[in-house]
């Protein structure tokens, strides 16, 4: 039968790409299945396991058979460890009814992006960005307008915003610390974008995914704890990189009452709620004493610090980022400025695998994205695998 005979996908996916990370990653494996060794800094997981007590939860919220059906938005113990999470440990006003359960921070802002868009809304958002959120923004018929995160630093915030508003402006995507560069947005830059948002009547989708993973200085701040501004936000988090549960799919939204109805049905017809021996999981990871994550901030703190390092001397400019699991160097004029070729060249004469940085928009162009959350034997290989000066163009 010919293709006529078959009705297509749905018009909105024309607009839509699918995550060049993950081809990326398939063309890695490839690799691998070739039986390459393959030096693997493409990622963006945490190096270590899931703690024990977080999976002896699950097992046990299994042998007690709590394998039904729970509330769609959460089981209200859960729901309950988040409130007094978010309220002490991020200072947000929350109201009771205010956490929904999500699979994750993908979907946490998938269904906050369905809640809020309609077709031909903006949406401001700093550039550049973690890939999937322009291409979630572009399902909902809507279009990110790209703000470049250097004429925002310093004290520039307000003014480059102010100057991409339209009257089509609905929201400002936020999300510190920033995937791919590891910057932290301090307090003052916080409230400043905070004062944007409320003073041009938007709303907010605040991504706060490396919450916890800042190495040094000023801790993480959220938009939502400045006044009036956890009415108009959906603060998104997620356990995968605090806990290692990437592959738990486990994360929590906060949703103001006037949004909440839409957003309880979004995630209502979309997951019908997060498995329920996993959300038992969840609460355990949250009771969790708060100074658990030193040692593996150690870690990472090591890790970063010797890729950085392998990377300086291998020709790669680049600030060592307080945050995040990832390094983001200017790519040495030896393997040129395209970051699609760059890459491919340093995979296919080199055995490295990373990320081009134009897949994280026009600003990313001209970096490479290398995770430091991996193997520290990784990294030793990786870094010699690159030699001491930097690799020719294949
Ligand atoms: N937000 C940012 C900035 C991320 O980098 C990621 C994952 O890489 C996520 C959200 C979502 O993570 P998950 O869906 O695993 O919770």
């Known amino acids: 039968m010919s293709d006529e005979n078959f009705p297509g996908a749905a018009s909105r996916f024309a607009s839509v790409g ?58 209200p113990e859960l729901r309950k460890a988040i409130l007094a999470k978010v309220r002490s440990r991020n200072a947000i006003p929350a109201d009771d009814e205010s956490p929904i359960v999500v699979n994750g921070g993908m979907h946490g802002l998938f269904a906050a992006f369905a ?64 995937n791919p560069t590891g910057q932290v947005f301090d307090r003052a830059q916080v409230e400043e974008v905070s004062a944007f948002v409320r003073e041009n009547g938007l709303g907010l989708i605040s991504d706060e995914a490396y919450e916890d993973l800042i190495y040094e200085g000023e801790g993480h701040v959220s938009p939502a704890s400045f006044p009036g501004l956890s009415e108009r936000t959906i603060s998104v988090f997620t356990l995968s990189k605090t806990y290692s549960m990437t592959g738990w799919r486990a994360g929590y939204v906060l949703v103001p009452k006037r949004w909440r109805a839409a957003m309880q049905t979004a995630v209502l017809y979309s997951i019908n709620g997060v498995s329920t021996p996993t959300q038992w999981a969840m609460l355990e990871a949250l009771s969790m004493p708060p100074d658990f994550l030193e040692e593996a901030k150690a870690g990472y703190r090591r890790r970063r610090d010797a890729l950085v390092a392998g990377l300086r001397g291998a020709g790669f400019e680049l600030e060592t980022p307080r945050a995040a699991l990832y390094l983001f160097p200017k790519i040495p004029p030896a393997l040129g400025g395209d970051s699609a070729a760059a890459a491919t060249a340093l995979l296919d004469a080199r055995r490295i695998a990373t990320v081009p940085g134009i897949v994280f928009g026009p600003e990313g162009e001209g970096h490479l994205r290398f995770s430091f959350s991996v193997a520290e034997e990784t990294i030793e290989g990786g870094v010699a695998a690159l030699g001491a000066a930097a690799p020719a163009r294949a």
């Not at 903006?122 to 291409?135: G, K, Q």
């Not at 520039?156 to 339209?166: E, F, P």
Request: aromatic share 8%.
């Open 18 to 75: 699918f995550s060049e990370i993950v081809q990326v990653r398939n063309r890695v494996l490839a690799l691998l299945a070739q039986g390459h060794r393959v030096w693997r800094f493409e990622g963006g997981e945490p190096y270590m396991p899931t703690p024990d007590p977080i999976k002896a939860a699950m097992s046990r919220a299994l042998a007690r058979n709590e394998t039904r059906y729970a509330p769609s938005s959460g089981v």
């Open 115 to 178: 809640t809020l868009l309609d077709p031909q809304d903006e949406v401001l958002m700093l550039s550049p960005y973690w890939t999937p959120i322009v291409d979630v923004i572009r399902y909902h018929g809507a279009a990110p307008v790209l703000v470049p995160a250097e004429e925002a630093g310093g004290d520039g915030l307000t003014a480059a915003l102010g100057k991409r508003l339209s009257k089509k402006t609905k929201l400002l995507y936020w999300n510190s610390p920033t």
